[in-house]
């Protein structure tokens, strides 16, 4: 494709005003042109927009439009992308319908992405172009990719070999790059390169720059698996080799292996059929980087890497050959979920628990629950792996829905950690300071040992409130019910909400009292300023989204705490997931019931998960672990089933509580949430609402009621929640309850089936 008719393409792609021509490349009719009736189809686009449904126009039946083919196509003024839903042959009224412009020459998205599409605007009650849009996520991907020229020898001798000359050729022997590269390389003038190029010892060669990825080893093999592990992936591989819908819970406690059992499901599955492809989902960003390197021990070739920090260029190239059906490897974030895979075999979600895959902005969804209902249209099975499964997941593996696959101990050597509660009213921490006497006691007999240790902390920056001494006033983000939290290290004040922020005043702006601000309560910053006072010699890092903003930040970290370059490391949640360091012996955590306060439904369950993930970091090789959690209500069950690391007591006592109250797994919950820009539009709207609301048997309605954080970027919030039995089709309620209501066009209502926020 030439630079000109790349760029028209691309501008057609992404035009935004009136209709007109993108120049020849993908015309389908010239202006004025007139058809028969019955040479016309009638093809039904869906488009990425938050439309309810697709859009019908007219085809010339010779352009052999197909579901799912990529078009160009008018609303109103403006030519937009969209996907071909359906066609209609030879259909007698197309001809009153506006034409389609253009035709995209990039794969067609499959027909079991276009089925996921269709489901799961359905179940998430939103439009399905809202879904589309997620698919559709890379739109240069769809044209050729870019080339570039690049030099290669020939093997045809020069007629004069001069010392320049041999230093050329010597380089243009490693690797084939551009005429500039290859003299800068070799330390010569363009001109002696161009002379080797004349005389035919160089050719020309026009590549990709977005080359296919190269297949995987099929005849590698992975780690030597214990007994338990052998059993447990030929279990799971024997539901790979079946062919049909099926999930099984890899349950097994931190450090038993679990990776190694999946990656033998993936080798089974790509083995199965030489189009068949393997997703791997993880719930951080930070784990992609270990998870890449196991896959390239295993199968010789790194994975394809599908999440937001990715280069442009990276995601063009990883959409189209994944569209393409060339990459049969692909590790990613809940967003990889919705790539428009043609062979998908086997999914695995990785710490399926994780509250990390629940997308809370845009489309809202639940990215395990979603992933089990891909595997379900597309015949293909499913893995669960965690140490901690959701209490969702643990039912149906109790129910025989999902095959329960452990691993109940940890590989070769390593054992389980020793867990104790410290109980901060009797060992309670030094004034002003937030490490109790004991946790600083095991960090340093740890460092004696010359291991390492962790303190985790679940709350980023310095302190979660700067509060004035003279007048109480705090320091809030604007038009947002929440506090600013300090970050010591940027001198900023920081809304983790919205991301506003702004430096530290010096003055208060209420009282106008000069250097009056104080912090009030800790974060890692302050966990890390108090540890560099106990432990002044010793080598401290801070793991959290702050100080590892991208992969290769993380990776540097993750490398220089496995090679013990860091004696102690102090994390927010990023550290509990995924993460392997051979010589990490102690864990602290602080604030361990933190989770526990407020009113969310899993905050039982998702401080045992995560306390537990933290702890299962401490002795993972041959060395003995032990992990201290400090709590304020050592007495609550969560906290006594984390000391006595009985989790099978904890889930009983939770899903007794769960199933009387029927709240999930034994019944169904969602969110209806009206946002407006003031607190009487949102009251009037969502008082609207409750009066539109159907009845129906089996199904409670709680609400409005203004929600926890009731302002948010200026706009009022008010609450709806849902509460029904199992067998009530929640989605069918809500479409039916949205459609009943007229309201204004500042309001915005948001849907969340399945909520887990309740804020």
Known sequence: MTSTARRRALEALKRQRAPQSAGPLFAVAEEGAEYEADTLDKASVLFPLPLPEPFDYRAPASLGLEPGMHVIAPIGPRLVRGVVWSVERNHPGAANLKAIEEVLPGSPLPAISRQFVDWAAKYLVRPPGDVLRMVARSPEALLPPPTHIVLAPTGETPPKVTEARRRVLEEAAKEQVSAAELARRADVSSAVVKGLVDCGALAKLEISEDPPFP???????????????????????????????????????????????????????????????????????????????????????????????????????????IAAGRARLVVGARSALFLPYPNLRLIVVDEEHDSSYKQEDGVIYQARDLAVARAKLGDCAVILASATPSLETMV????????????????GAAELPDVELVDLKVDAPEKGRWLSPKLVRGAGEALLRGEQALFYMNRRGYAPLTLCRVCGHRMQSPETDSWLV?????????????????????????????????????????????????????????????????????????????????????????????????????????????GLKGGDLRAGERTFQLVSQVAGRAGRHEKKGRALIQTYAPQE?????????????????????????????????????????????ANDAAKTMGEKAPHVEGLDLWGPAPAPLSVIRGMHRRRFLVRADRGVDVSAFLAAWSSRVKLHSAVRVQIDVDPYSFL
């Not at 070739?301 to 999440?307: A, F, K, L, M, N």
């Not at 009056?516 to 801070?542: D, L, Y």
Request: net charge negative; proline share 6%; hydrophobic share 40%.
């Open 396 to 411: 149906n593996a109790q129910s025989g829905r999902y095959a329960h696959v452990q691993l109940p101990s940890r590989h």
């Open 486 to 594: 300090e970050h010591r290290y940027s001198g900023r004040l920081v809304c983790h909400l919205t991301g506003f922020s702004i430096p530290k005043p010096k003055v208060c702006p209420e009282c106008q009292t000069p250097d009056s601000f104080t912090s009030i309560g800790p974060g890692v910053e302050r966990i890390e300023e108090e540890v560099r006072a106990f432990f002044p010699q010793a080598r401290i890092e801070i793991f959290s989204s702050d100080t590892t903003p991208d992969g290769e930040s993380v990776r540097d970290l993750v490398r220089r705490m496995e090679e013990h370059e860091i004696d102690i490391l102090i994390g927010t949640q990023i550290v509990a997931k995924g993460h392997n360091f051979p010589n990490l012996t102690f864990v602290g955590v602080v604030d361990a019931d933190l």
């Open 215 to 321: 297949p995987p080893d099929l005849a590698r093999s992975g780690k030597n698996l214990s007994h338990i592990q052998q059993a447990a992936a030929e279990q799971v591989c024997a539901a790979v080799r079946d062919g049909a819908f099926h999930v099984s819970l890899l349950d097994g406690v931190t450090g038993s292996g679990k990776t190694e059992v999946y990656l033998e499901a993936a080798a089974e599955s790509v083995k199965q059929s030489p189009t068949a492809k393997v997703l791997v989902l993880l719930p951080e960003i930070a784990l992609t980087q270990a998870a890449m390197g196991r896959f390239e021990a295993r199968f010789g070739v790194t994975p394809v890497e599908w999440h937001s920090a990715i280069a442009h260029k990276a995601r063009r190239r990883a959409w189209r050959e």
């Open 637 to 681: 069950p969560v906290m006594q089933a984390l000391a006595a690391q009985d989790r099978d007591a904890f889930f009983a006592a939770e899903v007794a509580e769960r199933e009387a109250a029927g709240m999930p797994p034994y019944g169904r919950l969602a969110a209806v949430i009206v946002s407006a820009p003031n607190e009487q539009l």
